[in-house]
């Protein structure tokens, strides 16, 4: 449940009440002042009688109806009930020398008068500064971007994040080290009496996806305390000032509620290094970082008030934000391994109804490099395709599609393709699982689709290992590579030519070996040396050469020689397979997909009278 915090709008809304209601006693004042200003009506023989007396100042007349005004200037005009159509008024008018015309005015009432001279202009300026608010609050940054100086955060109170440790899976040793700061939130005394302090803060490092926010408040609602969470986005403001400000307000409302969890997520958009950049560094989010550097060298962390963050760029975070007595803990939350998989796809599942059939461990196996949203949406995708399927449980078919739509998209079921290209396809899946199954450390094939994707894929081959090995040796790498290749040594063996088929193949393969070149010591040229330096670890790992031009052009040409080996080993495995790639392929082109257990059926055909031979 989150706390709302003061509404700026509600004191503007307060402020025009008691506007309104001042007016209304004003007018209550006034009212009697106002009721005798209000006209009369009189008969017309009283109105001669006045008109032969000198009492009567001016007359105007409509009509039937007469309206006059006397001698003393503080009565309004006279309205004359029942006049005569009496032909001597003209001359009766003039014999008196009293003004006269055909204009009448129209009565107005004291409340309509207050309603238009006051309330109706008081509402319209009102609705007009409301509206100027709204529109610079969506140019400066959403609703509260003038609230200046005030933090966004929102506040949980205590045990209301909804989550706990038992809603986190897969991260064990990142819970493991979190647990002791719940249990010094829990009992803070016991640190207190050996002389411990606990950390100020504590940083979770990891790639997207991986429940860094997740863990943040599973702390908060195991600890039962409350929770300030806040983006690093939030701190930037266009106003230089404005963003330290926020900063020190965050720190003052978790003074005041300690002990208690402050979560600032994507902490790396204010903590980058300082590079001296803009006008002499001291720009809006330096100033934000010092601040946020003093307030943490500032609190007494024996209160209770733990600061978390998340990133998954900490190579960009400046020093003093990572230095001891501010962010003490770095907590890796990594991407989840085969047991971790499988216990957050039974977390997710456990709201969705299932089969008698559903094998989590095969889909922890398929989904290896899996972040936990992404197995989040494995089973939500499985969920929906079941209820398409008009099935009320969730089978293990639903779960293994839906890998396959995570990875490559949906069925294109509607793409029509030529049958010489559907044949060429055929032959390109093929010749990857060949490869791969004629070679030694190499994951077994699981499936194998000629059914186009949403991704472009024209068909593809799923290889699932049994066991997830954390190390690769540099054999199983070659023949990741020489797999890789198969598929356009296919074409080039039985149609001799190549087509565009095997481009994400070619990227792939060349990856490998440059990485098997650069950065793993695998080249017997080189050895081991790093000739690359990789930035951005947890969004893609881009690299960058760390050598001159005349090495670089050695690695280029090292690189080519390894994927060219693997490629020749790839061509001769399928000439001594030759009938066995027919038949598969044929088998293939008929079926559209078959699994893992039906291609090593027809292979082991093949090799059963070669081993009779031998």
């Known amino acids: 449940m989150v706390e709302q915090k003061k509404n700026p709008r509600r004191s503007l809304i307060w402020y025009c009440v008691i506007v309104l209601a001042v007016m209304a006693v004003l007018n209550t004042i006034l009212m009697p002042q106002l009721s005798r200003m209000q006209t009369k009506e009189v008969d017309y023989g009283t109105f001669l009688t006045m008109l032969e007396n000198g009492e009567v100042k001016e007359v105007q007349k409509d009509g039937e109806t007469i309206a006059f005004n006397t001698v003393d200037e503080n009565d309004p005009f006279i309205y004359v009930t029942g006049a005569w159509d009496d032909p001597e008024l003209v001359n009766r008018l003039t014999d008196a020398g009293v003004k006269f ?22 509402a319209l300026l009102w609705g007009a500064g409301y509206l100027l608010i709204r529109n610079m609050q969506k140019k400066m940054g959403g609703p509260n971007a003038m609230q200046f100086g005030k933090s966004n955060a929102k ?32 009992d803070p005394k016991k640190y207190e ?19 860094k926010t997740l863990l943040a408040k599973a702390v908060a609602g195991e600890a039962n305390v409350p929770f300030f969470s806040i983006s690093g986005s939030e701190f930037v403001e266009m106003f230089v000032g404005m963003g330290a400000a926020k900063v020190r307000d965050l720190f003052k409302q978790a003074q005041e509620k300690a002990p208690c969890i402050v979560f600032i997520d994507e902490i790396d958009t204010i903590g980058k290094k ?17 601040q946020l550097l003093t307030e943490m060298d500032g609190f007494d962390g024996k209160k209770g008030v733990v600061i978390l963050a998340a990133t998954n760029r900490p190579e960009t ?96 079921k509607g793409a029509v393709i030529a049958p010489r290209e559907k044949e060429l396809v055929a032959y390109h899946e093929i010749g990857h699982a060949l490869v791969a199954a004629k070679q030694t450390d190499s994951a077994p094939v699981h499936k194998i ?25 540099r054999e199983e790498i070659f023949n990741k590579i020489a797999t890789l290749t198969g598929g356009r040594s296919a074409e080039e063996l039985i149609f001799g030519t ?25 080249s017997e040229k080189f050895g081991m040396i790093a000739l690359e330096t990789e930035t951005n670890k947890y969004l893609g790992g881009d690299a960058s050469l760390a050598c001159s031009e005349g090495t670089a052009r050695q690695v280029d040409e090292e690189v080519i020689a390894l994927i060219g080996k693997a490629h020749e080993k790839a061509i001769g495995i399928l000439k001594e397979n030759l009938p066995a790639l027919h038949e598969l392929a044929h088998y293939l082109l008929d079926k559209e997909t078959i699994t893992g257990e039906e291609f090593m059926a027809i292979l082991k055909k093949y090799d059963e009278p070669a081993a009779l031979n031998g």
């Not at 015309?101 to 008081?122: A, M």
């Not at 001296?276 to 330096?286: A, I, M, S």
């Not at 639903?398 to 294109?412: F, P």
């Open 101 to 122: 015309s055909n204009i009448i005015p129209k009565e107005e009432s004291p409340w309509l008068s207050l309603l238009f001279g006051l309330v109706l202009p008081t």
């Open 155 to 186: 506040i949980y109170v205590a045990a209301q994040t909804g989550k706990t440790f038992a809603d986190v899976a897969g991260e064990d040793e990142a819970k493991e080290a979190l647990k002791e700061i719940v249990d010094f939130l829990h």
């Open 193 to 211: 009496s050996i002389g411990a302090s606990m950390p100020k803060g504590a940083l979770l490092v990891g790639p997207p996806g991986t429940g």
């Open 274 to 290: 300082r590079d001296g950049v803009g006008l002499t560094g001291n720009d809006e989010r330096e100033q934000t970082l010092n």
């Open 317 to 412: 975070l400046d020093q003093a934000l990572l230095r001891p007595g501010r962010f003490d803990r770095r907590i890796p939350v990594e991407l989840p391994d085969l047991q971790g998989r499988e216990a957050i796809l039974r977390v997710h599942a456990q709201d969705v109804k299932l089969g008698p059939d559903i094998d989590f461990n095969a889909i922890a196996r398929a989904t290896a490099g899996a972040s936990g949203a992404e197995l989040a949406n494995i089973i939500n995708e499985a969920a929906l395709r079941a209820v398409r399927m008009g099935r009320y449980a969730v089978t293990q078919e639903d779960l293994e599609e839906s890998v396959e739509v995570i990875i490559a998209g949906y069925q294109r």
């Open 449 to 473: 689709t000629i059914v186009p994707r949403t991704s472009g894929a024209l068909g593809y081959t799923m290889q699932v290992a049994e066991d997830e090995s954390v190390l690769m040796s």
């Open 498 to 522: 190549c087509t565009s088929g095997a481009s994400n193949d070619i990227e792939q393969a060349t990856k490998l070996a440059r990485s098997m070149v650069t950065r793993l010591g695998m």
